[in-house]
């Protein structure tokens, strides 16, 4: 499939993705609403995932290629983080480790060989790797994840997954208006769902401190 081919079914997902991610950010958390949104975030952001990586490998664009590669990781986790049913560890665990560590060294390896000063950083994927993968061997050791641990994973990683679309719609916006400043396009709507992030989580773990005093 050509790029404007592969548009037609990136571009409805990353829509479909922004839009879900939001509405399972502002509603009640549980709810029978939260799950439904949740579901379709999680399948559109596979699907834009899947065809952002294999777009950026046709035209050749590192970035986008290992964002679309970590995203799908963060997304693919905590979506596990709250549907897998028996607690402990398993193979899928051991893998997901292991994509981790090879989209990793792999931005790194690839950062080092840079020849282009202008060509945008990977530092930033080499950065969120190293911390997921340190999240991932804690996880191991614990032999697993319990109670308010498995909502924060599954809170953080899908508020991540739902920032690195958010940023690629606002990117992508100004590019086709320049008029936008880019630090406006792109500043102020990550902030604004990182911000939510912490919200979420700062909710959280009050509850479990909350319930252990």
């Not at 009640?28 to 975030?41: E, I, T, V």
């Not at 590192?62 to 049913?85: C, E, H, M, N, P």
């Not at 990117?171 to 102020?188: C, D, G, R, Y």
Request: net charge positive; proline share 2%; glycine share 8%.
């Amino acid at each position: 499939m050509t790029v404007s081919q592969m548009m037609f079914i990136h571009a409805p997902a990353g829509l479909i993705a922004l839009l879900s991610g939001i509405g399972a950010l502002t509603v009640a958390k549980g709810s029978a609403n939260h799950r439904l949104l949740g579901k379709a975030f999680a399948v559109s952001m596979f699907v834009m995932c899947v065809s952002a990586v294999y777009i950026a490998y046709l035209n050749t664009s590192l970035d986008s290629l290992f964002v679309g590669l970590i995203t799908f990781y963060l997304v693919a986790t905590a979506w596990g983080a709250v549907t897998q049913k028996k607690s402990g560890i398993n193979a899928l665990d051991y893998a997901a480790l292991l994509y981790a560590v090879l989209v990793g060294v792999s931005a790194l390896f690839m950062e080092l060989q840079k020849t282009d000063p202008e060509a945008p950083s990977l530092y930033g994927v080499v950065i969120i790797s190293i911390l997921v993968v340190i999240g991932d061997v804690r996880m191991i050791i614990r032999g697993g994840l319990f109670g308010v641990q498995r909502l924060a994973r599954h809170l953080w990683r899908m508020c991540f997954g739902l920032f690195f679309a958010v940023i690629s719609f606002a990117f992508q916006v100004q590019e086709k208006f320049p008029v936008i400043s880019q630090e406006l396009a792109l500043l102020i709507p990550g902030l604004i769902v990182l911000v939510t992030m912490f919200y979420w989580l700062f909710r959280v773990l009050y509850r479990k401190n909350a319930k252990a005093t």
